[in-house]
């Protein structure tokens, strides 16, 4: 699985948009960028994924650039609720079908009132 | 609600005296995983089962070993916890059935202490 790249820590002002960077210029065609969060004390949360179009779910929007070498997710409302460890994570699909993932370090976002 | 549920959700063992801790889910998925998070590191996959089949990560220790005896139940045990064992135990599941996003649900956790 390609390596990733994020900042340790993000702030942001409550009511606005959250947006968190990831770098994965090692990205193979076939691998799929995935992210999840973590709230304090529980376990990882699935947020979403996505291939090369941009995603959009209930809870965030997924920007991948065109070379899919870096991509963004959005949290358009961030609440203080949102405060949590991101993790960006580079997946290959079906791969020896384990679906194995490897987190990173995140980003710590807090949510500022 | 389908889910993962792992219990006990804190757990106190004593030096070298061996510890089970248990997993079990009602998502009916066929992988299942084990991971160790020390306070402030990113999760660390310890090992999985895709349905029956045992999949050990390189740098797993022996100390760790895990038991699924059927779909829904999947088990860590630690055989002599040292100190450095000290952490949170997720358990998570995932399914490879066509049309499935592929992500893992995980449960909440069991913190392991130590003493």
């Known amino acids: 699985d390609a390596k990733t790249t994020q900042p340790t820590s993000m702030d942001c002002a409550e009511g606005r948009a959250a947006n968190l960077p990831c770098n994965h210029s090692?990205?193979?065609?076939?691998?799929?960028v995935y992210w999840y969060r973590q709230i304090h004390s529980q376990g990882p949360q699935y947020i979403i994924h996505g291939l090369k179009n941009n995603e959009t779910n209930e809870m965030a929007s997924l920007i991948i650039t065109e070379d899919r070498k870096s991509s963004t997710l959005i949290l358009p409302h961030a609440t203080l609720r949102d405060t949590a460890v991101y993790y960006c994570i580079v997946r290959g699909d079906g791969s020896g079908g384990y679906q194995k993932v490897t987190f990173g370090i995140g980003t710590k976002l807090q949510v500022i009132p | 609600d389908a889910m993962v549920i792992q219990n006990p959700r804190y757990q106190v063992t004593q030096f070298g005296k061996p510890v089970t801790l248990s997993c079990s889910q009602t998502l009916n998925h066929n992988v299942m995983y084990w991971y160790q998070q020390k306070s402030s590191q990113a999760p660390k996959l310890l090992f999985h089962y895709y349905d029956k089949d045992f999949n050990n990560e390189a740098d797993t220790p022996d100390n760790f070993q895990s038991r699924r005896p059927n779909t829904s139940f999947c088990f860590l045990d630690i055989r002599s916890p040292g100190l450095g064992d000290a952490a949170m135990y997720l358990c998570?599941?995932?399914?490879?059935?066509?049309?499935?996003?592929?992500?893992?649900?995980f449960g909440p956790g069991t913190r392991l202490t130590v003493l």
């Open positions: 998570a599941t995932s399914t490879l059935r066509f049309g499935e996003t592929g992500e893992q649900f």
């Open positions: 090692t990205i193979s065609g076939n691998e799929y």
